[in-house]
């Protein structure tokens, strides 16, 4: 009996620090979407989640945007940059995984490597060769060095991603639609391309995530306000002199949250499955 009551009370303690835990990392959210319905005076006056005094002015007030061009045309440009971002890894991403995975050709295994070393390399090395050559096609200002890249599979962690998932399918289906008369591009498109739906749809959940949030990247190339994005927008509302309107701030930081929050729910189950079936921890 004190075993059972000893195993009872440690399964208990240990539901409660999990969620004490999750409470307490889940809060910056929770006041982040509390506050955005709060008056600029009271919104660090307040140290209350719930507001004593609600107002939709922030939104409105946020949704107007900047020097004439609104929030609406920042969600646009975002959503076109993710969009692209996202079939880009998609199509290419898969058509290397393919190749690393099921053809054999001079030197695969060397250049698999070279891949696998990108994963190590920072974001940050190889950001002034890129300007330059993005200066020299004059490309600054525009979407193509956040989107361009995209579509000559240049994020090897989605390539590995894949490249598990297909080592995964058996070879004899291959041999089957080979038997069958497939070639290389059918076998891609009719045996690999449907087997490969979670691992695709874990990839697009995360390019969507990752280029959606991107703010470095956008604010190195983007400096004409018609082309900024949701987190140029944002950051644009701060004020470093103090006169930042923080309830607006605030409101269309919430409103940035919704389209990848949407996103990971609606495609859970895909996600989870795909990181499941590939091997990656």
Request: aromatic residues 14%.
């Amino acid at each position: 009996m004190d075993i059972t009551l000893r195993k009872a009370a440690s399964r208990t303690l240990r539901h409660v620090l999990i969620i004490a835990l999750g409470l307490l990392m889940i809060y910056p959210v929770v006041w982040l979407v509390s506050s955005s319905f709060k008056p600029n005076t009271l919104i660090f006056s307040e140290p209350g989640l719930w507001p004593k005094e609600v107002t939709l002015d922030n939104y409105i007030n946020g949704w107007r945007g900047l020097q004439g061009v609104s929030f609406a045309r920042f969600f646009s440009n975002s959503a076109i940059i993710a969009i692209l971002c996202v079939l880009g890894n998609v199509v290419t991403c898969s058509l290397a995984a393919f190749a690393f995975a099921r053809l054999r050709f001079k030197f695969s295994k060397f250049w698999f490597a070279m891949m696998l070393v990108t994963i190590m390399l920072p974001y940050h090395v190889t950001l002034v060769p890129q300007y330059i050559i993005f200066n020299e096609l004059h490309w600054i200002n525009t979407y193509y060095p956040l989107v361009l890249p995209k579509w000559l599979a240049t994020d090897s962690f989605f390539i590995l991603l894949m490249v598990q998932f297909i080592r995964g399918i058996p070879r004899e289906l291959d041999e089957s639609a080979t038997i069958d008369g497939c070639g290389l591009k059918q076998t891609y498109a009719r045996i690999i391309l449907p087997l490969l739906v979670p691992a695709l749809i874990t990839t697009a959940i995360f390019s969507f995530i990752w280029s959606w949030d991107d703010f470095f990247s956008q604010m190195i190339y983007l400096s004409d306000i018609r082309l900024f994005t949701v987190q140029l927008g944002i950051r644009s509302l701060f004020d470093p002199t103090g006169q930042s309107d923080w309830g607006a701030l605030l409101a269309m930081s919430t409103l940035s949250l919704v389209p990848i929050t949407a996103i990971f729910l609606i495609f859970q189950r895909y996600f989870l499955e795909g990181i499941a079936t590939t091997g990656l921890k």
